[in-house]
T-cell receptor, first 116, second 114 residues
Framework: AQSVAQPEDQVNVAEGNPLTVKCTYS??????LFWYVQYPNRGLQFLLK??????LVKGSYGFEAEFNKSQTSFHLKKPSALVSDSALYFC??????????????FGQGTELSVKP | ETGVTQSPTHLIKTRGQQVTLRCSSQ?????VSWYQQALGQGPQFIFQ?????ENGRGNFPPRFSGLQFPNYSSELNVNALELDDSALYLC???WGTGLTYEQYFGPGTRLTVT
C-alpha cells in the first residue's frame, strides 16, 4: 500500500530562519509526490510536485523540496521563513492504481508556526 | 485561484438527514475527486468520477454517493448522516495523467452534523 508520513505534528521557526517540513513515503513503482498548503478555513493550495528529473524541485512562494530516493523522503524547505508562511502543510503521493489519476494519499499534516 | 468552486460554504444538518454538496470544476478536467477532511487530519479519498462514471472509491460506505455532469459540475450526496460525518469536504479536479498530472482543489464545504 502506498503511504506518506509526516513525523512532526508541529514545526516552530523564527522569521528569517530556514525551515524544513519532513515527509517520507512508501510506494510501489515511481513516486509522484506533492506538497500542499492549507490556511485556516480554506481548501488546499498546490505548492510543488515531483514527477521525475531533478531531485530539487522549486515551487510557489519560494518553497522547494528535495527528493531523496535512498531515504524515501521528500522534505519541504524554504531558505528564509515568513510569518505569513504559518499554515498547515500536507505531503501527498498519487495512487498509481487509478489510471485517471484522481486519488492522492495525504499525510496527517504539519502545522508550521513562524514567529516574528 | 484554482477555478474549482464549491457550495455551500457551510452547512448544518441533523443526524439521519441527507445532504448534497456541489462542485464546479474547470472545463476539460474530466476527473473529479471528493475528499473528507476531519478536524486535525489529512484529507481522505472518498471517490472519483471520470466522464460521469465512478471509477474509484476509498473506504467509505455506500451512503456516500456522487454524480458528475457533462458541464464539469458534480455532487456529493450523503444519506443517513452520522455525527462522524462532520468534516470539511473537498472537491478536486484533475488535469492530465502521468507527468502532466495536476490536481486542483476547491475551498471546501464545512459540514456540521448535530
Amino acid at each position: 500500500a502506498q503511504s506518506v508520513a509526516q513525523p512532526e505534528d508541529q514545526v516552530n521557526v523564527a522569521e528569517g530562519n530556514p525551515l524544513t517540513v519532513k515527509c517520507t513515503y512508501s510506494v510501489s513503482g515511481n513516486p509522484y509526490l506533492f506538497w500542499y498548503v492549507q490556511y485556516p478555513n480554506r481548501g488546499l493550495q498546490f505548492l510543488l510536485k515531483y514527477i521525475t528529473g531533478d531531485n530539487l524541485v522549486k515551487g510557489s512562494y519560494g518553497f522547494e523540496a528535495e527528493f531523496n530516493k535512498s531515504q524515501t523522503s521528500f522534505h519541504l524547505k524554504k531558505p528564509s521563513a515568513l510569518v505569513s508562511d504559518s499554515a498547515l502543510y500536507f505531503c501527498a503521493v498519487r495512487d498509481g492504481r487509478y489510471n485517471q489519476g484522481g486519488k492522492l494519499i495525504f499525510g496527517q499534516g504539519t502545522e508550521l508556526s513562524v514567529k516574528p | 485561484e484554482t477555478g474549482v468552486t464549491q457550495s455551500p460554504t457551510h452547512l448544518i444538518k441533523t443526524r439521519g438527514q441527507q445532504v448534497t454538496l456541489r462542485c464546479s470544476s474547470q472545463s476539460g478536467h474530466n476527473t473529479v475527486s471528493w475528499y473528507q477532511q476531519a478536524l486535525g487530519q489529512g484529507p481522505q479519498f472518498i471517490f472519483q468520477y471520470y466522464r460521469e462514471e465512478e471509477n474509484g472509491r476509498g473506504n467509505f460506505p455506500p451512503r456516500f454517493s456522487g454524480l458528475q455532469f457533462p458541464n464539469y459540475s458534480s455532487e456529493l450526496n450523503v444519506n443517513a448522516l452520522e455525527l462522524d460525518d462532520s468534516a470539511l469536504y473537498l472537491c478536486a479536479s484533475t488535469w492530465g495523467t502521468g507527468l502532466t498530472y495536476e490536481q486542483y482543489f476547491g475551498p471546501g464545504t464545512r459540514l456540521t452534523v448535530t
